[in-house]
Structures are given as C-alpha cells and as structure tokens.
C-alpha cells in the first residue's frame, strides 16, 4: 500500500495511462473548438458549477466550503470511476472525453473573455492541476483496465481465449485498492492547493 507499490502498479497500466493522456488531451481540442449540440451541452455543464460555486461562495466560509465540495466530489468521482470500469470501460471512458471537453472550453471561454493564457493556465489550472489531471487520468486507465480484464476473462469463459491466459484478478483489485487510497490522497492535497493558493491567486 506504500508510495513505492503505488508507482510500480502505475507501471503495469502505462499503456493504457499513455492512451488515456492522449484521448485526453484530443478532448481538449475538442471542449476548444466545440459548436453546436457538443456546446450545448458543456454550456449546461458550465451553468451546473456556476449554480454550486455561486453557494459555495456566499456560504459563512467560502475556501472550507470549496475545499470541501472539491475534495469530495473529485475522491467520490474517481473512485467510482475506477470500479465502474467493470461495465467493459464505458463509464471511465465518457468521464474521461467529458472533462477534457469541459477542461477545453472553459479555457476558451475564460481566453474569449480577455484573460491572458497566463492567469488561466499558469494562475487557475497549474497549482492544483499539476497534481488533480494526473490523478484523473490514471483513475480512468484503471477503470479501462478493469473492463479489459472482464472482457478477457469473459472469453476466457467463453472458450475464447486459453485458460490462464486471463489477468490475475487477486492482483489487480490489490492494485485498484492501493490506487484508488493514494489517489484520495493526491485529491486531499490537490483540493487544499485549489481551495486555499488558486482561490487566492484568481481572487486578486
């Protein structure tokens, strides 16, 4: 469960971290350039977190608030996402082109607005964004991991593929279990960054 076996598990899902990163970054081309339904419904998503920081801004204690609400939803998200994976990779796979579009057209929009790439990138996203993209991009690779490994061990079943030739499923939910702890805490020290340094940076 230590540091160590966290990155070593990483290295058995680098492939799939690789493609991950990279769908990813194709969806922020994609959030930068979106028209028509695609805008549509990021302009919905965008009116969703309007509505909550607006609360989140008014309450008693603003940062706590947003600490908190960021905390949450970012751990709760990711974890789910990793075990979801079991419906053959669907859902990490959508979680994963949805907030790289929403990532890209905030971006665009913030820049359309007269901020400088500067404020946006290096103030807004950077801080935080160094340690929560990461972080969301490996809990995705796992979700896509565990659809691969039900898939083949479904063949396996099947008669599809030779027996012992399928994923060591003991191995792997050790490996999901140390992932999804170590990235709860990235997300409890990224939250703090966002909450308290970015808060403040795009505050002045």
Known sequence: MGLRAFFQDLCTARRLILISALFFCASIVVGWFSTGIIQAMLVQQMEGLGEVSQRLQSSEHPQWSFFVFIFFNNAIKCVLVIFAGALFGIVPFIFLIVNGMVLGFVVHLQADMGR??????????????????????????????????????????????????????????????????????????????ESGITYRLLSH
Do not use: D
């Open 116 to 193: 400088s790439m500067y404020e946006i990138v290096v103030k807004g996203l950077l801080p935080h964004g160094v340690i929560e993209l990461p972080v969301l991009i490996v809990a995705c690779a796992f979700g896509l991991k565990f659809g691969v490994n039900i898939m083949s061990t479904l063949g396996t079943s099947l008669g599809l593929k030779r027996k012992g030739t399928g994923p060591s499923w003991k191995v792997f939910l050790k490996q999901t279990l140390t992932v999804s702890i170590w990235s709860v805490i990235f997300l409890l020290i990224a939250a703090a960054i």
